[in-house]
Protein backbone atom coordinates (compact mmCIF):
# COMPACT_ATOMS: atom_id res chain seq x y z
CA UNK A 1 0.00 0.00 0.00
CA UNK A 2 2.43 2.24 1.53
CA UNK A 3 4.97 1.65 -2.07
CA UNK A 4 1.56 2.67 -4.30
CA UNK A 5 0.89 5.38 -2.93
CA UNK A 6 4.93 6.46 -2.85
CA UNK A 7 4.58 5.93 -6.70
CA UNK A 8 1.80 7.91 -7.34
CA UNK A 9 3.66 11.11 -5.30
CA UNK A 10 6.70 10.51 -7.27
CA UNK A 11 4.62 10.50 -10.84
CA UNK A 12 3.03 13.57 -9.61
CA UNK A 13 6.07 15.52 -8.82
CA UNK A 14 8.34 13.90 -11.26
CA UNK A 15 10.75 13.34 -8.34
CA UNK A 16 12.89 10.21 -7.90
CA UNK A 17 12.73 9.27 -4.26
CA UNK A 18 11.40 10.65 -0.87
CA UNK A 19 14.07 12.84 0.12
CA UNK A 20 12.80 14.75 -3.57
CA UNK A 21 9.15 14.50 -3.11
CA UNK A 22 9.21 17.21 0.11
CA UNK A 23 11.32 19.79 -2.08
CA UNK A 24 9.34 19.42 -5.20
CA UNK A 25 6.44 20.46 -3.11
CA UNK A 26 7.61 23.23 -1.32
CA UNK A 27 8.94 24.65 -4.97
CA UNK A 28 5.19 24.53 -6.33
CA UNK A 29 3.84 25.57 -2.95
CA UNK A 30 6.11 29.14 -2.72
CA UNK A 31 6.00 29.10 -7.11
CA UNK A 32 2.00 28.99 -6.71
CA UNK A 33 2.14 32.26 -4.15
CA UNK A 34 4.05 33.91 -6.56
CA UNK A 35 1.35 32.79 -9.70
CA UNK A 36 -1.73 33.71 -6.99
CA UNK A 37 0.14 37.74 -6.77
CA UNK A 38 0.33 37.83 -10.20
CA UNK A 39 -2.62 36.63 -11.36
CA UNK A 40 -5.11 38.37 -8.38
CA UNK A 41 -4.97 41.93 -10.18
CA UNK A 42 -4.70 41.17 -13.66
CA UNK A 43 -8.08 38.99 -13.43
CA UNK A 44 -9.61 41.96 -11.81
CA UNK A 45 -8.23 44.53 -14.38
CA UNK A 46 -9.49 42.30 -16.97
CA UNK A 47 -13.22 41.50 -16.12
CA UNK A 48 -13.10 45.63 -15.75
CA UNK A 49 -12.01 45.86 -19.30
CA UNK A 50 -14.31 43.01 -20.80
CA UNK A 51 -17.24 45.25 -19.30
CA UNK A 52 -17.96 42.64 -16.58
CA UNK A 53 -17.98 42.18 -13.06
CA UNK A 54 -14.47 41.79 -11.46
CA UNK A 55 -15.84 38.74 -9.72
CA UNK A 56 -16.06 37.28 -12.73
CA UNK A 57 -12.08 37.74 -14.10
CA UNK A 58 -11.31 35.70 -10.01
CA UNK A 59 -13.90 33.04 -11.09
CA UNK A 60 -12.05 32.37 -14.43
CA UNK A 61 -8.72 32.43 -12.10
CA UNK A 62 -10.06 29.47 -10.06
CA UNK A 63 -11.27 27.38 -12.90
CA UNK A 64 -7.94 27.99 -14.55
CA UNK A 65 -6.43 26.81 -11.68
CA UNK A 66 -8.39 24.24 -10.15
CA UNK A 67 -9.77 22.93 -13.81
CA UNK A 68 -7.65 23.16 -16.54
CA UNK A 69 -4.49 22.98 -14.34
CA UNK A 70 -5.33 19.78 -13.14
CA UNK A 71 -5.18 17.82 -16.72
CA UNK A 72 -2.40 16.97 -18.75
CA UNK A 73 -0.94 19.29 -21.47
CA UNK A 74 1.44 21.36 -20.81
CA UNK A 75 3.05 21.09 -17.35
CA UNK A 76 4.13 24.73 -16.08
CA UNK A 77 1.56 26.51 -18.13
CA UNK A 78 -0.65 29.06 -16.02
CA UNK A 79 -4.34 29.52 -17.50
CA UNK A 80 -6.92 32.33 -16.96
CA UNK A 81 -8.55 35.37 -18.39
CA UNK A 82 -6.39 36.78 -20.71
CA UNK A 83 -5.96 40.32 -21.83
CA UNK A 84 -5.79 39.39 -25.41
CA UNK A 85 -9.61 38.44 -25.35
CA UNK A 86 -10.48 41.61 -23.66
CA UNK A 87 -11.97 43.25 -26.87
CA UNK A 88 -13.73 40.65 -28.43
CA UNK A 89 -15.07 39.80 -25.08
CA UNK A 90 -16.50 43.88 -24.40
CA UNK A 91 -17.76 43.46 -27.78
CA UNK A 92 -20.16 40.45 -27.01
CA UNK A 93 -21.07 41.84 -24.43
CA UNK A 94 -21.95 45.05 -25.70
CA UNK A 95 -23.44 43.53 -28.46
CA UNK A 96 -25.16 40.61 -27.03
CA UNK A 97 -25.62 41.33 -23.16
CA UNK A 98 -23.85 40.05 -20.09
CA UNK A 99 -26.34 37.21 -20.20
CA UNK A 100 -25.10 35.62 -23.33
CA UNK A 101 -21.39 35.59 -22.04
CA UNK A 102 -21.44 31.64 -20.70
CA UNK A 103 -23.25 30.40 -23.57
CA UNK A 104 -20.96 32.09 -25.76
CA UNK A 105 -17.95 30.63 -23.80
CA UNK A 106 -19.24 26.79 -23.08
CA UNK A 107 -20.08 27.03 -26.79
CA UNK A 108 -16.30 27.88 -27.50
CA UNK A 109 -15.28 25.31 -25.26
CA UNK A 110 -17.07 23.12 -26.62
CA UNK A 111 -15.36 23.31 -29.97
CA UNK A 112 -11.72 23.92 -28.78
CA UNK A 113 -12.96 20.16 -27.04
CA UNK A 114 -13.98 19.04 -30.52
CA UNK A 115 -10.50 20.33 -32.52
CA UNK A 116 -8.64 18.17 -29.46
CA UNK A 117 -10.59 15.28 -30.15
CA UNK A 118 -9.55 15.64 -33.68
CA UNK A 119 -6.10 16.09 -32.83
CA UNK A 120 -6.06 19.43 -34.75
CA UNK A 121 -3.94 21.18 -31.93
CA UNK A 122 -0.56 20.68 -33.25
CA UNK A 123 -2.01 22.37 -36.83
CA UNK A 124 -2.41 25.93 -34.69
CA UNK A 125 1.22 26.41 -35.30
CA UNK A 126 0.91 26.63 -39.06
CA UNK A 127 -1.22 29.93 -38.73
CA UNK A 128 1.23 32.80 -40.26
CA UNK A 129 3.67 34.52 -37.83
CA UNK A 130 3.18 37.81 -39.10
CA UNK A 131 -1.06 37.06 -38.72
CA UNK A 132 -0.11 36.39 -35.41
CA UNK A 133 1.67 39.29 -34.17
CA UNK A 134 -0.60 41.37 -36.28
CA UNK A 135 -3.44 40.48 -33.97
CA UNK A 136 -1.86 40.78 -30.66
CA UNK A 137 -0.49 44.23 -31.97
CA UNK A 138 -4.09 44.98 -33.19
CA UNK A 139 -5.19 44.01 -29.65
CA UNK A 140 -2.91 45.85 -27.68
CA UNK A 141 -3.32 49.11 -29.64
CA UNK A 142 -7.43 48.46 -28.86
CA UNK A 143 -6.70 47.77 -25.28
CA UNK A 144 -4.28 50.99 -24.98
CA UNK A 145 -6.60 53.43 -26.54
CA UNK A 146 -9.94 51.93 -24.43
CA UNK A 147 -8.17 51.64 -20.97
CA UNK A 148 -6.69 55.43 -21.61
CA UNK A 149 -10.47 56.65 -21.11
CA UNK A 150 -10.67 54.40 -17.78
CA UNK A 151 -7.28 56.03 -16.49
CA UNK A 152 -9.09 59.29 -16.49
CA UNK A 153 -12.04 58.11 -14.86
CA UNK A 154 -13.24 58.99 -18.47
CA UNK A 155 -16.42 57.20 -20.14
CA UNK A 156 -14.94 55.20 -23.57
CA UNK A 157 -16.93 56.11 -26.79
CA UNK A 158 -18.60 52.49 -28.44
CA UNK A 159 -16.29 52.62 -31.44
CA UNK A 160 -12.81 52.18 -32.08
CA UNK A 161 -12.66 55.27 -34.61
CA UNK A 162 -14.54 57.15 -32.17
CA UNK A 163 -12.12 56.06 -29.26
CA UNK A 164 -9.42 57.13 -31.62
CA UNK A 165 -11.37 60.84 -32.38
CA UNK A 166 -12.07 61.26 -29.00
CA UNK A 167 -8.05 61.21 -27.70
CA UNK A 168 -8.01 64.92 -28.59
CA UNK A 169 -10.13 65.78 -26.43
CA UNK A 170 -9.08 63.35 -23.54
CA UNK A 171 -6.98 65.61 -21.65
CA UNK A 172 -9.60 67.97 -21.19
CA UNK A 173 -11.86 65.45 -19.91
CA UNK A 174 -9.72 63.47 -17.37
CA UNK A 175 -9.81 63.34 -14.07
CA UNK A 176 -6.37 64.76 -12.89
CA UNK A 177 -6.24 62.67 -9.56
CA UNK A 178 -7.14 59.55 -11.54
CA UNK A 179 -4.64 60.12 -13.89
CA UNK A 180 -1.97 60.86 -11.58
CA UNK A 181 -2.49 57.94 -9.77
CA UNK A 182 -2.85 56.17 -13.06
CA UNK A 183 0.65 57.19 -14.07
CA UNK A 184 2.12 56.37 -10.95
CA UNK A 185 0.95 52.62 -11.15
CA UNK A 186 2.72 52.55 -14.76
CA UNK A 187 5.75 54.00 -13.03
CA UNK A 188 5.81 51.29 -10.62
CA UNK A 189 4.95 48.40 -13.52
CA UNK A 190 8.31 49.68 -15.19
CA UNK A 191 10.60 50.72 -12.35
CA UNK A 192 9.79 47.84 -10.01
CA UNK A 193 11.23 44.94 -11.77
CA UNK A 194 15.12 46.59 -11.87
CA UNK A 195 14.91 45.97 -8.50
CA UNK A 196 15.61 42.37 -8.86
CA UNK A 197 15.75 41.00 -5.50
CA UNK A 198 11.92 43.07 -4.96
CA UNK A 199 10.60 41.59 -7.82
CA UNK A 200 11.32 38.11 -6.87
CA UNK A 201 9.32 38.50 -3.26
CA UNK A 202 6.71 40.79 -4.17
CA UNK A 203 5.60 41.33 -8.27
CA UNK A 204 5.54 44.51 -9.55
CA UNK A 205 0.97 44.47 -10.85
CA UNK A 206 1.10 43.57 -6.65
CA UNK A 207 3.16 46.10 -5.45
CA UNK A 208 1.53 48.73 -8.27
CA UNK A 209 -2.06 48.17 -7.28
CA UNK A 210 -1.54 47.86 -3.88
CA UNK A 211 0.16 51.03 -3.61
CA UNK A 212 -2.67 52.76 -5.66
CA UNK A 213 -5.36 51.19 -2.83
CA UNK A 214 -3.30 52.46 -0.43
CA UNK A 215 -2.52 56.10 -1.24
CA UNK A 216 -6.44 56.51 -2.22
CA UNK A 217 -7.64 55.04 1.17
CA UNK A 218 -5.51 57.26 2.81
CA UNK A 219 -5.72 60.49 1.24
CA UNK A 220 -9.71 59.68 0.49
CA UNK A 221 -9.15 60.70 -3.25
CA UNK A 222 -12.43 60.98 -5.15
CA UNK A 223 -11.68 58.57 -8.07
CA UNK A 224 -13.97 55.50 -8.86
CA UNK A 225 -13.23 52.08 -7.33
CA UNK A 226 -14.34 48.58 -8.31
CA UNK A 227 -17.31 47.92 -7.21
CA UNK A 228 -17.70 44.55 -5.52
CA UNK A 229 -20.88 42.13 -5.66
CA UNK A 230 -19.89 38.86 -4.31
CA UNK A 231 -18.97 35.63 -6.03
CA UNK A 232 -22.39 34.34 -5.83
CA UNK A 233 -24.12 37.35 -7.19
CA UNK A 234 -21.95 37.57 -9.82
CA UNK A 235 -21.98 33.86 -11.47
CA UNK A 236 -24.76 33.32 -13.80
CA UNK A 237 -25.61 30.15 -14.89
CA UNK A 238 -26.57 29.74 -19.10
CA UNK A 239 -30.84 29.91 -19.41
CA UNK A 240 -32.25 27.86 -22.37
CA UNK A 241 -33.62 30.78 -24.02
CA UNK A 242 -29.70 32.14 -24.08
CA UNK A 243 -28.68 29.01 -25.88
CA UNK A 244 -31.38 29.06 -28.20
CA UNK A 245 -29.62 32.31 -29.68
CA UNK A 246 -26.39 30.36 -30.82
CA UNK A 247 -28.75 29.58 -33.97
CA UNK A 248 -27.62 33.27 -34.50
CA UNK A 249 -25.37 33.60 -37.43
CA UNK A 250 -23.43 36.60 -35.62
CA UNK A 251 -23.71 34.71 -32.27
CA UNK A 252 -21.62 31.59 -34.05
CA UNK A 253 -19.20 34.28 -35.40
CA UNK A 254 -18.41 35.19 -31.98
CA UNK A 255 -18.12 31.61 -30.96
CA UNK A 256 -15.72 30.12 -33.62
CA UNK A 257 -13.83 33.55 -33.23
CA UNK A 258 -13.12 32.63 -29.30
CA UNK A 259 -12.56 29.05 -29.88
CA UNK A 260 -10.01 29.94 -32.27
CA UNK A 261 -7.92 32.50 -31.22
CA UNK A 262 -8.35 31.81 -27.15
CA UNK A 263 -6.83 27.99 -28.99
CA UNK A 264 -4.17 30.16 -30.69
CA UNK A 265 -3.09 32.00 -27.92
CA UNK A 266 -2.72 29.12 -25.46
CA UNK A 267 -1.38 27.24 -28.02
CA UNK A 268 1.28 29.88 -29.15
CA UNK A 269 2.07 30.34 -25.03
CA UNK A 270 2.93 26.93 -24.86
CA UNK A 271 5.75 26.98 -27.13
CA UNK A 272 7.04 30.03 -25.90
CA UNK A 273 6.71 28.30 -22.16
CA UNK A 274 8.74 25.18 -23.13
CA UNK A 275 11.33 26.90 -23.91
CA UNK A 276 11.72 28.38 -20.77
CA UNK A 277 12.30 25.10 -18.62
CA UNK A 278 13.63 21.89 -19.38
CA UNK A 279 10.73 19.46 -18.40
CA UNK A 280 8.01 17.87 -20.00
CA UNK A 281 7.37 19.28 -23.45
CA UNK A 282 3.50 20.25 -23.81
CA UNK A 283 0.99 17.43 -25.67
CA UNK A 284 -1.16 20.16 -27.64
CA UNK A 285 -3.67 18.01 -28.27
CA UNK A 286 -4.61 17.36 -24.95
CA UNK A 287 -3.64 21.13 -24.28
CA UNK A 288 -6.34 21.91 -26.28
CA UNK A 289 -8.86 19.77 -24.31
CA UNK A 290 -8.04 21.13 -21.37
CA UNK A 291 -8.48 24.53 -22.35
CA UNK A 292 -11.76 23.52 -23.95
CA UNK A 293 -12.66 21.77 -20.53
CA UNK A 294 -12.02 24.82 -18.56
CA UNK A 295 -14.19 27.00 -21.22
CA UNK A 296 -16.89 24.87 -21.02
CA UNK A 297 -16.84 25.20 -17.15
CA UNK A 298 -16.14 29.02 -17.02
CA UNK A 299 -19.37 29.29 -19.82
CA UNK A 300 -21.68 27.18 -17.05
CA UNK A 301 -20.49 29.83 -14.53
CA UNK A 302 -20.85 32.69 -16.84
CA UNK A 303 -17.33 33.79 -16.57
CA UNK A 304 -14.71 35.00 -18.82
CA UNK A 305 -13.11 33.16 -21.33
CA UNK A 306 -9.82 31.72 -20.15
CA UNK A 307 -6.44 31.14 -22.43
CA UNK A 308 -3.09 29.90 -21.41
CA UNK A 309 -1.38 33.66 -20.15
CA UNK A 310 2.11 33.95 -20.77
CA UNK A 311 2.53 36.52 -17.93
CA UNK A 312 1.80 33.98 -15.21
CA UNK A 313 3.16 30.92 -16.96
CA UNK A 314 6.47 32.60 -17.09
CA UNK A 315 6.15 33.72 -13.56
CA UNK A 316 5.14 30.40 -12.46
CA UNK A 317 8.37 29.05 -14.03
CA UNK A 318 10.68 31.71 -12.68
CA UNK A 319 9.62 31.01 -9.33
CA UNK A 320 10.74 28.06 -9.64
CA UNK A 321 7.79 25.86 -10.04
CA UNK A 322 8.29 21.97 -11.02
CA UNK A 323 4.90 20.23 -11.54
CA UNK A 324 1.46 21.54 -12.29
CA UNK A 325 0.52 21.04 -8.45
CA UNK A 326 2.02 24.67 -8.55
CA UNK A 327 -1.09 26.11 -11.06
CA UNK A 328 -3.92 24.06 -9.01
CA UNK A 329 -2.46 26.22 -5.63
CA UNK A 330 -2.64 28.98 -7.44
CA UNK A 331 -6.31 28.29 -8.01
CA UNK A 332 -6.97 27.62 -4.36
CA UNK A 333 -5.46 30.87 -3.40
CA UNK A 334 -7.76 32.36 -5.25
CA UNK A 335 -10.59 31.01 -4.15
CA UNK A 336 -9.99 31.77 -0.56
CA UNK A 337 -9.34 34.95 -1.20
CA UNK A 338 -13.00 35.79 -3.47
CA UNK A 339 -14.38 33.98 -0.52
CA UNK A 340 -12.88 35.15 2.20
CA UNK A 341 -11.59 38.52 1.66
CA UNK A 342 -13.81 39.80 -1.52
CA UNK A 343 -14.58 43.64 0.33
CA UNK A 344 -10.47 44.09 -0.43
CA UNK A 345 -11.48 44.77 -4.05
CA UNK A 346 -13.59 47.66 -3.62
CA UNK A 347 -10.53 49.67 -2.04
CA UNK A 348 -8.70 49.05 -6.02
CA UNK A 349 -9.40 52.17 -7.76
CA UNK A 350 -10.31 51.72 -12.03
CA UNK A 351 -7.54 53.86 -12.53
CA UNK A 352 -4.86 51.40 -11.34
CA UNK A 353 -6.16 48.33 -13.45
CA UNK A 354 -6.57 50.46 -16.54
CA UNK A 355 -2.84 51.40 -15.81
CA UNK A 356 -2.32 47.57 -15.40
CA UNK A 357 -4.12 46.59 -18.74
CA UNK A 358 -2.32 50.23 -20.82
CA UNK A 359 0.99 48.73 -19.90
CA UNK A 360 -0.24 45.21 -20.74
CA UNK A 361 -1.58 46.40 -23.89
CA UNK A 362 2.03 47.81 -24.82
CA UNK A 363 3.75 44.76 -24.61
CA UNK A 364 1.68 43.05 -26.85
CA UNK A 365 3.28 45.23 -29.45
CA UNK A 366 6.06 42.78 -30.85
CA UNK A 367 8.43 46.00 -31.13
CA UNK A 368 11.58 43.91 -31.71
CA UNK A 369 9.56 41.75 -34.63
CA UNK A 370 8.60 45.14 -36.20
CA UNK A 371 11.96 45.88 -36.66
CA UNK A 372 13.07 42.19 -37.56
CA UNK A 373 10.41 42.06 -40.44
CA UNK A 374 11.16 45.67 -41.65
CA UNK A 375 14.57 44.82 -42.33
CA UNK A 376 14.19 41.58 -43.62
CA UNK A 377 10.69 40.97 -44.98
CA UNK A 378 8.78 43.97 -45.94
CA UNK A 379 5.81 42.01 -47.15
CA UNK A 380 4.96 40.35 -43.77
CA UNK A 381 5.24 43.53 -42.32
CA UNK A 382 2.24 44.82 -44.84
CA UNK A 383 0.41 41.42 -43.45
CA UNK A 384 1.07 42.35 -39.86
CA UNK A 385 -0.23 46.36 -40.01
CA UNK A 386 -3.01 45.50 -42.49
CA UNK A 387 -4.51 42.74 -39.50
CA UNK A 388 -3.87 45.39 -36.36
CA UNK A 389 -5.48 48.14 -38.64
CA UNK A 390 -8.45 46.23 -39.69
CA UNK A 391 -8.98 44.86 -35.96
CA UNK A 392 -8.31 48.82 -35.00
CA UNK A 393 -10.71 50.31 -37.24
CA UNK A 394 -13.68 47.29 -37.30
CA UNK A 395 -13.28 44.49 -34.51
CA UNK A 396 -10.96 41.25 -33.46
CA UNK A 397 -12.60 38.58 -36.07
CA UNK A 398 -13.37 40.84 -38.81
CA UNK A 399 -9.11 41.61 -38.09
CA UNK A 400 -8.09 38.20 -38.49
CA UNK A 401 -10.20 36.90 -41.69
CA UNK A 402 -8.20 39.68 -43.45
CA UNK A 403 -5.28 39.04 -42.10
CA UNK A 404 -5.43 35.19 -42.88
CA UNK A 405 -7.05 36.32 -46.48
CA UNK A 406 -4.10 38.91 -46.75
CA UNK A 407 -1.45 36.01 -45.94
CA UNK A 408 -3.03 33.14 -48.27
CA UNK A 409 -3.31 36.09 -51.06
CA UNK A 410 0.74 36.80 -50.45
CA UNK A 411 1.89 32.98 -50.07
CA UNK A 412 -0.07 32.47 -54.13
CA UNK A 413 1.42 35.66 -55.43
CA UNK A 414 4.67 34.19 -54.01
CA UNK A 415 4.33 30.95 -55.44
CA UNK A 416 3.35 32.01 -58.26
CA UNK A 417 6.37 33.66 -59.19
CA UNK A 418 7.90 32.61 -62.33
CA UNK A 419 12.21 33.97 -63.78
CA UNK A 420 12.43 34.43 -67.52
CA UNK A 421 16.08 34.72 -68.65
CA UNK A 422 17.44 34.83 -72.25
CA UNK A 423 20.64 34.02 -73.23
CA UNK A 424 22.44 34.45 -76.87
CA UNK A 425 24.37 32.09 -77.78
CA UNK A 426 25.06 33.65 -81.27
CA UNK A 427 24.92 31.07 -84.14
CA UNK A 428 23.79 28.17 -81.52
CA UNK A 429 20.73 30.42 -80.75
CA UNK A 430 18.94 31.82 -78.31
CA UNK A 431 18.56 30.05 -74.59
CA UNK A 432 15.28 30.47 -72.91
CA UNK A 433 15.07 29.42 -68.78
CA UNK A 434 12.14 29.49 -67.07
CA UNK A 435 12.70 29.20 -63.34
CA UNK A 436 9.85 28.92 -60.49
CA UNK A 437 6.23 28.29 -60.44
CA UNK A 438 4.08 28.89 -63.80
CA UNK A 439 0.86 30.01 -63.04
CA UNK A 440 -2.12 31.79 -64.03
CA UNK A 441 -0.88 34.66 -61.98
CA UNK A 442 2.49 34.89 -63.86
CA UNK A 443 0.83 34.15 -67.41
CA UNK A 444 0.39 37.78 -68.78
CA UNK A 445 4.86 38.01 -68.08
CA UNK A 446 5.68 34.62 -69.28
CA UNK A 447 3.75 35.09 -72.85
CA UNK A 448 5.15 38.72 -72.98
CA UNK A 449 9.02 37.28 -72.53
CA UNK A 450 8.68 34.41 -75.35
CA UNK A 451 6.44 36.19 -77.50
CA UNK A 452 9.27 38.94 -77.72
CA UNK A 453 12.10 36.30 -78.74
CA UNK A 454 12.65 36.97 -82.38
CA UNK A 455 11.03 34.77 -84.80
CA UNK A 456 14.32 34.19 -87.14
CA UNK A 457 16.57 32.75 -84.81
CA UNK A 458 16.20 29.20 -83.05
CA UNK A 459 15.24 28.70 -79.73
CA UNK A 460 16.08 26.25 -76.68
CA UNK A 461 13.34 26.53 -74.09
CA UNK A 462 15.02 25.17 -70.46
CA UNK A 463 11.97 24.58 -68.12
CA UNK A 464 14.49 22.92 -65.71
CA UNK A 465 13.80 25.55 -62.93
CA UNK A 466 10.32 25.05 -63.16
CA UNK A 467 8.94 23.00 -59.47
CA UNK A 468 5.13 23.75 -60.88
CA UNK A 469 3.26 24.69 -64.36
CA UNK A 470 -0.79 24.87 -63.84
CA UNK A 471 -2.74 24.07 -66.73
CA UNK A 472 -3.32 27.61 -68.00
CA UNK A 473 0.59 27.80 -68.63
CA UNK A 474 0.46 24.24 -69.94
CA UNK A 475 -1.72 25.04 -72.31
CA UNK A 476 0.01 28.10 -73.18
CA UNK A 477 3.32 27.03 -73.98
CA UNK A 478 2.11 24.22 -76.31
CA UNK A 479 0.14 27.20 -77.64
CA UNK A 480 3.55 28.92 -78.29
CA UNK A 481 5.60 25.68 -79.18
CA UNK A 482 2.85 24.69 -82.25
CA UNK A 483 3.13 28.55 -83.46
CA UNK A 484 7.12 27.56 -83.61
CA UNK A 485 6.16 24.53 -85.55
CA UNK A 486 6.23 22.48 -83.11
CA UNK A 487 4.03 20.21 -82.33
CA UNK A 488 1.05 20.42 -79.16
CA UNK A 489 2.09 19.07 -75.68
CA UNK A 490 5.62 19.02 -76.64
CA UNK A 491 7.18 21.99 -74.64
CA UNK A 492 5.08 20.91 -71.48
CA UNK A 493 5.53 17.06 -71.99
CA UNK A 494 9.68 17.80 -72.34
CA UNK A 495 9.45 20.32 -69.05
CA UNK A 496 7.37 17.35 -67.02
CA UNK A 497 10.08 14.77 -67.73
CA UNK A 498 13.53 14.31 -65.41
CA UNK A 499 16.32 16.14 -67.88
CA UNK A 500 13.17 19.11 -68.47
CA UNK A 501 14.28 20.30 -71.56
CA UNK A 502 12.89 21.43 -74.93
CA UNK A 503 14.20 22.46 -78.13
CA UNK A 504 12.22 24.77 -80.22
Not at 100 to 125: E, I, S, Y
Not at 185 to 193: E, F, K, T
Given at each position: ?58 VTGIVGGLVA ?171 LTDVGRLVDV ?255
Open positions: MRGGLQKALDKWHGAGGNAAAPAVLRADLSASLVVFLVALPLCVGVAMASGVPAELGLGALPGSSLQVSGPAAGLTVLVYEAVRTYGVEMLGVLVLAAGLVQLGLGALRLGRWFRAVSVAVVHGMLTGIGLVLVVGQVYALGDVDAPATGPGRIAGLLALPGRADPAALALGGAVIAVLLLWPRWRRGARLVPAPLVAVGLAALVTGVFGLPVRRVTVHGLADSVRVPQGVLGTVVALALIASAESLFGAAAVDRLHRGPRTDYDRELMAQGVGNAVCGLLGALPMTAVIVRSAANVRAGARTKASRVLHGVWLLVFAALLPGVLGMIPVAATAALLVHAGCRLVPVRELFALWRGHRGELLVLAVTAGAIVVGNLFEGVLVGLGLAVAKTAWEAGHVHVATEDHGEAGLVVRVVGHATFLRLPKLLDALEALPADRPVRLELGGLRHVDHACAAALDGWAAARGQAPGAAVGRALTPTRRSTM
